[in-house]
């Protein structure tokens, strides 16, 4: 039996990740790993059935037809099944797994070739998991797996992406190629001494995995997921969906025109509704199968009539809190026929939606829907799956808006567990939630400071540009975060169910509790000033003095909870009640 050299230093190594890393934490990475491998599976499927799942990349104009080369679209297509993206991500599946070959030969006792690694299976030794995470160690980790101690800073040392990619190339070499699928390394009942499943899912690996992001956090590494739709992904996939022409045929497509113009697998009316699905999920916090159960019912279309804003209002009852977008909720609601019930997401006719209100998309046909449009931006499909919107969005939110882990959690609906990270954002008790949505355009930066009570600090802040708010019936190509400004997505840092005060030329406001009936309602307004407002005519949202404005962030957002809780302040500068006078 072959045994590792790095021992005892990596070993050590190894055992210190062990105990640092609960059991929950490693059962959501294993889920994490197995969702990634079945996607990439699945894709892999649809070519080898000749499916050409995956288009060719093609410009899209605004003003004129889809640009097709006639000398490509004369081509077979199966040079598109074998698309620079799905070549892409097996070559370097083969570049990692040839790496990690030659670590065991250099590292490794009795493996002098890759026919010894090729001979140890299907009876691989306990060790073959630790061997992984050695190779992973000595390419991404800052500890050396050969002396035990910090690396020198002149050793290259690669990213927490590139480790998830190394640990995949591991997951589909034994998963497709030597059948263990995902099945879980462990002992085999029958035989004890060999060892079954695949060796990427040991408990062993997936300790070092969580352990190595959380030490790359703390060293100041921005460490995202590889399965995480970020901002630039939704930036690329709002352009060019929204550009789309939008002359699309009423009929569905013959099997022989798809397979002629594979670029064609969705029109207009389709690509903006799975625009709008993208943003709802994301910025909701959502799995996409919770978006598709989404109906009009829960959507509700109005007008404030003291400040002359659009807003859409969302109620979803089933689960956590949640929030949309003003513009695209409106542009599809008008382009499906101004439907007065059924099903938001409907189910995909050929390359439409279907004319029935109450057929709902399906989450398999999303999912492929989804996949095809990442290729048609040129970004490989497979990372992608059921919780990439919900990382994204708690990615965005974190990375981008700056939102606090305990802000998160409470927009999420998720638990407080702070003293165990690998709990924060596991599933906590669910409310029936209310919440309402108004359109803006632009941000600037504000002088403004935010002093939480809770922490005694004060940081900068952005403010809502009082001036710069539109009818939600536009398109806002001048903001700053354009997908967003089109999906209004509205965020701030809110403090809830904790006091807070604004300060702003030496002008001290306290925003109060309000005292109203108990009821299990958490409303989330999104509001903003009428078009023609001013900065000399106040918002009735907000109370302010002379250079204050009490719109929290970027994107502004007021949360009120009425519940049999402690009673939370209205944030941000939402007006007191008349016996709680602003002071």
């Not at 609906?413 to 906590?428: A, K, R």
């Amino acid at each position: 039996m072959p045994h590792a050299t790095l021992s005892p230093a990596a070993s050590t190594i190894l055992q210190a990740a062990s105990a640092g890393v609960e059991h929950a934490a490693v059962e959501n990475d294993q889920d994490e790993e197995r969702e990634a491998y079945e996607a990439a599976v699945d894709i892999e499927d649809h070519l080898d059935a000749n499916e050409h799942y995956l288009p060719p990349t093609l410009v899209v104009d605004s003003n004129k037809k889809a640009k097709k080369d006639p000398t490509l679209m004369s081509k077979s297509l199966k040079t598109a099944s074998a698309d620079v993206i799905v070549t892409g991500t097996q070559n370097e599946y083969r570049r990692h797994w040839k790496s990690f070959v030659d670590f065991c030969i250099a590292n490794i006792n009795e493996i002098t070739s890759p026919e010894d690694i090729e001979a140890l299976v299907p009876n691989l030794p306990q060790e073959f998991p630790n061997w992984v995470a050695y190779w992973i160690m000595d390419r991404c980790d800052s500890q050396s797996p050969f002396t035990g101690e910090a690396k020198h800073p002149s050793e290259a040392r690669s990213t927490y992406g590139t480790a998830q990619k190394m640990r995949a190339a591991i997951s589909h070499k034994f998963g497709r190629e030597y059948a263990r699928g995902t099945q879980p390394w462990t002992e085999n009942p029958h035989k004890p001494g060999q060892y079954i499943g695949n060796p990427s899912l040991a408990t062993t690996l997936s300790q070092y995995m969580i352990s190595l992001r959380r030490r790359k956090v703390r060293a100041g590494e921005v460490v995202t997921s590889a399965r995480a739709v970020d901002e630039e992904t939704m930036k690329r996939l709002y352009t060019f969906n929204i550009k789309f022409p939008q002359d699309e045929a009423p009929t569905a497509k013959s099997r022989k025109r798809k397979l002629e113009e594979p670029e064609c697998w969705a029109g207009y009316g389709l690509r903006l509704m799975l625009m709008l699905l993208y943003c709802v999920s994301m910025l909701c916090l959502l799995r996409y199968d919770e978006a598709l159960r989404i109906t009009w019912d829960n959507v509700t279309f109005g007008k404030d009539f003291s400040s002359g804003a659009h807003y859409v209002r969302l109620d979803l009852p089933f689960r956590k809190t949640h929030q949309n977008g003003v513009t695209l909720f409106a542009k599809w609601w008008k382009l499906s026929g101004s439907p007065k019930g059924g099903y938001v997401f409907r189910r995909k006719h050929g390359s439409r939606f279907s004319d029935d209100p109450f057929l709902r998309m399906t989450a398999e046909s999303f999912l492929e829907c989804f996949r095809t449009n990442l290729c048609d931006i040129g970004i490989d499909p497979r990372p992608y799956g059921t919780h990439s919107f919900r990382r994204g969005g708690c990615q965005f939110l974190a990375l981008v808006l700056r939102w606090p882990y305990r802000t998160i959690c409470d927009w999420g609906g998720w638990s407080e567990n702070f003293d165990n990270p690998g709990t924060i954002f596991n599933p906590n008790v669910c409310f029936p939630f209310t919440l309402t949505f108004l359109a803006l355009l632009a941000v600037r930066e504000c002088e403004a400071e935010r002093y939480d009570m809770s922490s005694r600090r004060t940081m900068p802040k952005r403010v809502l540009d009082r001036t710069a708010c539109t009818s939600s019936t536009e398109l806002h190509d001048t903001a700053p975060i354009e997908w967003m400004s089109d999906c209004a997505l509205l965020a701030a840092d809110p403090a809830l169910d904790r006091g807070l005060t604004v300060r702003a030329d030496e002008r001290r406001t306290r925003a109060h509790p309000r005292r109203e009936q108990p009821r299990t309602v958490f409303d989330v307004g999104l509001y903003t000033s009428s078009p023609s407002s001013s900065s000399s005519s106040p918002s009735p949202y907000f109370e302010h003095g002379p250079g204050v404005e009490m719109a929290p962030s970027p994107r502004a957002w007021v949360a009120r909870w009425h519940g049999n809780r402690a009673p939370a302040a209205h944030i941000h500068g939402v007006p007191a009640p008349a016996r709680a006078p602003v002071r």
